[in-house]
């Protein structure tokens, strides 16, 4: 059965990314509608998956990592202006019998991410 998961790494911290707030959206055509809104625990894990089950379809998602208040609430100096304050991943799932996972390692200035396992 398939379903959705999702980590954050903090790479400049070198520790996984506790407490960031990451809102999933389903969208269709021009529109997008709030699916969850979740908080990464104490691994940078959430608690279950994103997505699974019956609520688990194919079609296009966007995850929102909110990491410009989560880099402030470590304690990192940013700008006023952030270089990074939301990152917005948008994807597909065109196999929802499979399991998706998005995974975000996460920096300052930088992010990188891939569909891992």
Known sequence: MGRLTTHVLDTAAGRPATGLRIDLYGCDDAARRLITSVMTNDDGRVDGPLLEGAD???GRYQL???????????????????????????????RPDQ???????????????????
């Open 56 to 58: 688990f379809a194919g």
């Open 64 to 94: 929102v990592f909110h990491a410009g208040a989560y880099l402030r609430a470590c304690g990192t100096a940013l700008p006023d202006v952030p270089f990074l304050d939301e990152i917005v991943i948008a994807f597909g799932i065109d």
């Open 99 to 117: 399991h998706y996972h998005v995974p975000l390692l996460l920096s300052p200035y930088g992010y990188s991410t891939y569909r891992g396992s």
